[in-house]
């Protein structure tokens, strides 16, 4: 069963202070949610307010989950990804404290990040390197505080090819990242590939 929230182009939602969306439940299998926003604004009710955000949680629904051409801003998480992997498209995210934060390293999140603009934020982009794979491109970030993509260091184990693209601002990574499969079968192979005009920075 889904419970889905279908918010349509032109709608504007407002949140008093310490108000919340939470899409899936934060633990029961049983309790599905999805969030489909079109053309959609997610603001402040008032001036001085700090909404948390957009929680998607991971009883979400990722392959029904989607915000595309919406504006997302004065929040604490823009979007929240919280083990959970969204398709984010076209939106405007701006004067958040952060845009878009992704959890997790091995298990975590994955959004799909792709045409966005991340404008005026403290931090636009936090996430994990393991959960890095094609899924951050064609994004603009503008007049950030941070203005790059914030990597968590982590252990890129898979058996697969990690794609890093460039995507409009650096990678700052943020904690050692390690590459190497760990099935302990020596056919296996874990790949980071970085493609070209990719910025990679490292803390110190």
Not at 59 to 87: F, N, Q
Request: with cysteine; hydrophobic share 30%.
């Amino acid at each position: 069963n889904l419970s889905t929230l279908k918010i349509h182009p032109g709608t504007v939602v407002m949140f008093a202070d310490g108000d919340e969306l939470y899409i899936g439940h934060n633990s029961d299998d049983r309790y599905i949610g999805a969030l489909q926003a079109d053309g959609a604004t997610f603001t402040r009710l008032s001036e001085g307010y700090l909404w948390p955000g957009i929680d998607i949680r991971d009883r979400s629904r990722d392959e029904e989950t989607y915000l595309d051409d919406c504006i997302i801003e004065y929040a604490s998480d823009g979007v929240h990804c919280h083990h959970s992997s969204p398709t984010l498209t076209n939106n405007i995210f701006r004067n958040n404290t952060d845009g878009l934060y992704a959890d997790g390293s091995s298990t975590g999140s994955s959004p799909i990040a792709a045409g966005n603009t991340f404008m005026e934020n403290e931090r636009p982009v936090s996430v994990y390197a393991a959960r890095i794979d094609s899924n951050f491109h064609g994004n603009t970030y503008l007049d950030n505080t941070k203005n790059y993509i914030e990597v968590q260091g982590g252990h890129l184990y898979e058996n697969k090819i990690y794609d890093w693209l460039a995507d409009g601002a650096p990678y700052v990574v943020e904690g050692d990242v390690e590459v190497w499969e760990n099935s302990n079968t020596s056919e296996n192979l874990s790949t980071l590939k970085i493609h070209p005009g990719t910025v990679v920075m490292f803390a110190d």
